[in-house]
Every structure is written in C-alpha cells, then in structure tokens.
C-alpha cells in the first residue's frame, strides 16, 4: 500500500516560479525512479522530468533549462523547482515513482494530480 500526495501547485505570472513537491508513504522497500508528467485538457500526458536512484536526470525539450528535478530518498520525497515559467506550463502536473512494496511487487504510482497555472 503506498500513497503519493502532491503539493505547490498554485497560479504565477509567466516569469515566476514555483516549487512542487511528492512524498511517498506506506510500505516501502524501495523506491527506483521518480518523474513528473503533465496533462492539459485533450492533450496526452507527458513526461517533463524523471530522476533515477542514482541521481541521473532528464527532461523534456519543453522545460530543458527552466525545470530542475531533485529528491530526497531519506524524506521519499521528489521535487520540481520550476523557473521562468510560460503559460503553456499550464496543466495539471502528477508525479510517478516506481516503487517495490514487497518482495514481490514492483509498480508504478501515482500522485493526486496539482494544477499549476500560469497567466498574467
């Protein structure tokens, strides 16, 4: 059983910047990568930045040199640091881990889901 709630969410004005945040709970033996995506009304869901265990990242043209994804493993927590944002970073963002809850299961969660608005 694990669960990830999100928080930072919020409305900025284009140039700003927010900070999301993820932690998960429950039980947990491990937790492998971490990402965030983002879905806009009609739209797929994509990926905008993932980090491993082992610290490597990568992110979406989209964001590349804006965003900044981090984690904590001692606080099992990830992060989104979002800088001069856009209004097409408009969209609800939700964060994923893969995370092994037993010695047998290993799957992917999901968070709750932050609406993250960007508009003058």
């Known amino acids: 059983q694990v669960q990830l709630v999100e928080s930072g969410g919020g409305l900025v004005q284009p140039g700003g910047s927010l900070r999301l945040s993820c932690a998960a709970s429950g039980t947990l033996f491990r937790i492998y990568d971490m990402a965030w995506y983002r879905q806009v009304p009609g739209k797929q869901r994509e990926l905008v930045a993932r980090?491993?265990?082992?610290?490597?990242?990568n992110y979406a043209d989209s964001v590349k040199g804006r965003f900044t994804i981090n984690r904590d493993n001692a606080k099992n927590t990830v992060y989104l640091q979002m800088s001069n944002l856009k209004p097409e970073d408009t969209a609800v963002y939700y964060c994923?881990?893969?995370?092994?809850?037993?010695?047998?299961?290993?799957?992917?969660?999901w968070g709750q889901g932050t609406q993250v608005t960007v508009s003058s």
């Open positions: 994923n881990m893969q995370v092994r809850s037993s010695w047998a299961d290993q799957r992917e969660y």
């Open positions: 980090i491993t265990s082992g610290g490597y990242t």
